[in-house]
């Protein structure tokens, strides 16, 4: 939620804030009020205007607030990423942007007096007012009001769709464009140049006289030249290596050539075991079948070996775009089915978890629960290995073999196959099955079969048992949405004092990280370092500063909190998961981990003949001791649920289901207090009772009138306590009149007892009083207070020694026992 600057951090690796340069300036220190001056008389910019094109999509995939801001360059001029962007600078203007035709034109008015940060740049070793200085730049709103503040600050200076052009190669040196300067009178002096170290800003700059009020410096001549028109053009630049690298118009070889050239030197897992392919070799390979493609005008073929280019990586993130060819192909080639899905379990055992009715492997009598041992003569488990899943390639071995057990049953109408199988408590049996037309049992173990269809990114309600539930089904699309939705969930979940709240990450396929974790955990939370391949070194670079999630400025705390992950969790999705996987006491569930998918590929993406598109990663993150974080691992869950057979043939969500009992197994559960509570004397008692609750309004549980009517019959209470608050212990019993609660007391005898210790009757302050119906009642109540962390026992039993009638109703011998399970957060 770091507004544009960070979402690109992963997403397109356009950080506002870049690494810290150790520059000693030339200058003075910076004042953060212009000098005041008469406005100049002679003509200056009042009003500027532009436009720009863009290739890559990114911002309508996930801003839908769109402007242009004047952007105080004061942070390149420190080299400070850091720095916050204050909001007194920031000067916004309109933009009207064309998604369609990937085209923007804005408008922006110059304030008359800006409110930057000024600095003396001149290098002449005195102190001047000195001068402010911005760049124009595309400054979408995420969250919140409209300038970057708060959770939605903006750090360092504007590298993308920005008036000025950076070098990524080089910390985002700003190397082009052109600058919006604002001088407090004529005596002040500006670079004119880049000077002999080609930096801005540098001791070793030329330097000449700047007018007073506003210029326009264009650096991309030499020497810089400033006009003062009062209606400027200026263009936003769309950075080189994020833009689109369009191939479509070349021929099949040049293209494949161009593209294999750059992912060779650039792909983001090169030098990483098991990761790369064998470029000699897979060129070797698949160039004589781009040519013969493109000899033959044959788009199948030349799809067809983009396809095994792709299945040559070990990385989810390669992916191949053969748009409706190629979606033909892959329906045709899994057109078929044997009327049966199987899941392999924990211990090996593949188990059939669906059978269609009707189908194939019905009509030879194979039921749900079937082990299935053997395909085609071979042991299933060793079949299977052999299968290209349409879904490579997949970054872990887990995940791909998960989809060679869907793909292994995936086969062209009418082809034929041995199955041995044994149903539950039958014999093994062999028989031929011939594959028809259906995709139902395909489609019964896709990582997305339980997904919900959501209409909006975040949806959330109460389970029934109280717990928060919080679904994230996507972060793309609308992004400040998104925060929004989350947000609003946490804000409901915390005022109703819930028991715990449930975040569930498992279908969400990724799109730009936004930190959420922020709202629940008050520290920073370290995450990946961006690195790219380096054309100046030869080697992946860091880019930027570590990436963090940030404590927003609204905290919500809840005393149980689960995150629920699985396979389908892809991408920023497993960013996401990780930030909230840190939040102290974050307990995560799952079968699997996430999918450990993660890399940034925005750079990587391409555009080829026959309207086919292609993407390659070429960014990596990377932990401090050098690893690489999330690829090919994901999100590990620390409470997993067992692939068995109970769990595999259920028709609830076991996930789910383990994550809510995770919830309501309390803090402080199994931990024997350190000592009792505090007993509260009768007097202290009876003050208390003004502001204290009683045991049955804190706990989980209701019961009706009828239920208390009932004898030899136990009632237990849960009482969560996050932190220790002073509660009263009470029992009471009503009758009709005095004589009959006399006569009924008499027939009870009433027994309290504290983590196994008995408390005296005489403890309790007793209370004698008229009920609102007209009945005469007894009550005792004793105060509790100091609570120690742990578990706590109270129990009060009301043994009835002889049958007895309050007047309304008869009441048996026998027992009623009220448990009070209180748990204190150690």
Known sequence: ?????????????????????????????????????????????????????????????????????????????????????????????????????????????????????????????????????????????????????????????????????????????????????????????????????????????????????????????????????????????????????????????????????????????????????????????????????????????????????????????????????????????????????????????????????????????MTVGAEVTEFNGEPVGQALEVVKPWSMPHSTDWSLRYQQARYLLRVKPGTEAAVTFVNPAGEPQTTTLKAIAERDSFNATSVYANAPEDLLPVTYEYLDSGVGYIRISSNYDDLGLIIKLFERALKTFEAAEVPGIIIDMRYNSGGAPLGLAGFLYDGEIPMGQLEYYSEKTGKFEPEGLRDKVLPNENQYRFDKMVLLVGQACYSACEIESYGFSQVPDMIVVGQYPTGGVEAEVARGQFSLPEGMSLQIPTGRFSLPDGSIFLEGVGVVPTLRVPIDEATVLSAEDEVLKAGERAVLQPLGAGIVPSALPTLLSQGQTQSALNSAKMFEEKAREEYETADYLEVDRTFPFTIVLSSSETLIWAWGWCAADQARLDDNLGKMAVAFTLNGQDIPKKQFLKLDYDSSDGQRCTAYLLGLKDWKGGENHAVTTANFVEALNDGVNDFPVGYQTFEYTVYVKP
């Open 1 to 365: 939620m770091k507004r544009l600057s960070q979402l690109f951090g992963f997403v397109a690796a356009l950080s506002l804030a870049l690494a810290a340069c150790n520059f000693k300036l030339p200058f003075a220190a910076p004042t953060t009020e212009p000098v005041a001056t008469a406005a100049p008389a002679v003509e200056q910019p009042v009003k500027i205007s532009g436009s720009f094109d863009y290739t890559n999509s990114i911002i309508t995939d996930y801003y839908v607030e769109h402007a242009v801001a004047l952007v105080d360059m004061y942070g390149f001029v420190t080299r400070d990423r850091e720095w916050e962007i204050p909001i007194a600078s920031q000067t916004l203007g309109f933009l009207n942007l064309d998604a369609e035709a990937m085209h923007g034109e804005y408008t922006l008015q110059l304030p008359a007096k800006p409110s930057g940060m000024q600095a003396d740049v001149d290098n002449d070793g005195q102190t001047d007012a000195g001068v402010q200085f911005f760049a124009v730049s595309y400054w979408p709103n995420l969250t919140g009001g409209p300038y970057s503040e708060g959770d939605d600050r903006s750090r360092g200076w504007p590298t993308y769709l920005a008036s000025v052009i950076t070098d990524t190669e080089n910390e985002d040196e700003v190397i082009g464009g052109k600058l919006v300067v604002w001088a407090p009178d004529d005596k002040q002096q500006f670079p004119t140049g880049f000077g002999a170290d080609g930096m801005l800003f540098t001791a070793d700059d030329p330097v000449g006289a700047i007018p007073a009020g506003y210029s326009i410096v264009d650096l991309d001549s030499d020497p810089f030249t400033v006009s003062r028109e009062p209606e400027p053009q200026l263009t936003l630049y769309e950075p080189q290596d994020v833009a689109l690298k369009d191939f479509s118009a070349l021929s099949y070889s040049e293209a494949f050539d161009k593209m294999f050239a750059i992912v060779r030197k650039e792909y983001a897992f090169n030098g990483i075991a098991g990761k790369q392919p064998d470029w000699d070799a897979l060129y070797a390979e698949l160039k004589p079948r781009i040519q013969q493609a493109e000899q033959d005008k044959n788009a199948t073929a030349y799809f067809l070996a983009l396809r095994d280019y792709t299945w040559a990586f070990k990385d989810g993130h390669v992916g191949l775009d053969g748009g409706e060819m190629g979606y033909n192909m892959f329906i045709e080639a899994t057109k078929g089915g044997y009327g049966f899905a199987m899941r392999e379990l924990d211990d090996g055992r593949f188990i059939v978890v669906f059978v269609l009715d009707n189908g194939p492997a019905a009509r030879a009598g």
